[in-house]
Nanobody, 122 residues
């Protein structure tokens, strides 16, 4: 059972990246999913979360209108599309899955993916 995050990289300000989070060993359809990020010296921040069955979607104000969370059920993968990237979006991004909910602090999450580095140059 694991989550595998990928898609990070170096991009210029204004550019786009799409992060992927592929689950193995369980179906993301049954879980709440979240994307977090952590920049050096800063606390972990919830960027977006959703639950495909019966849940609503949350996107942090800091990325609203620029980031979008989506999924490919057939691939058992969740995506974070990041557009109009800014230098302040630079961080390690993590995906998380929980059977019940994703709290804004990410406490008690069932599964974490390894982080993927996103660096936005000015």
């Amino acid at each position: 059972v694991q989550l595998q995050a990928s898609g990070g990289g170096l991009v210029q300000a204004g550019g786009s990246l799409r992060l992927s989070c592929k689950a193995s060993g369980f179906s993301l359809d049954d879980f709440a999913i979240g994307w977090f990020r952590q920049a050096p010296g800063k606390e972990r921040e919830l960027v977006a979360r959703t639950r495909w069955r019966g849940g609503n979607t949350y996107v942090a104000d800091s990325v609203k209108g620029r980031f979008n969370i989506s999924r490919d059920s057939g691939q058992n993968t969740v995506y974070l599309q990041m557009n109009s990237l800014k230098p302040e979006d630079t961080a390690v991004y993590y995906c998380a899955a929980d059977k019940v909910l994703i709290s804004s602090q990410g406490r008690g999450v069932d599964y974490w993916g390894k982080g993927t580095q996103v660096t936005v140059s000015s």
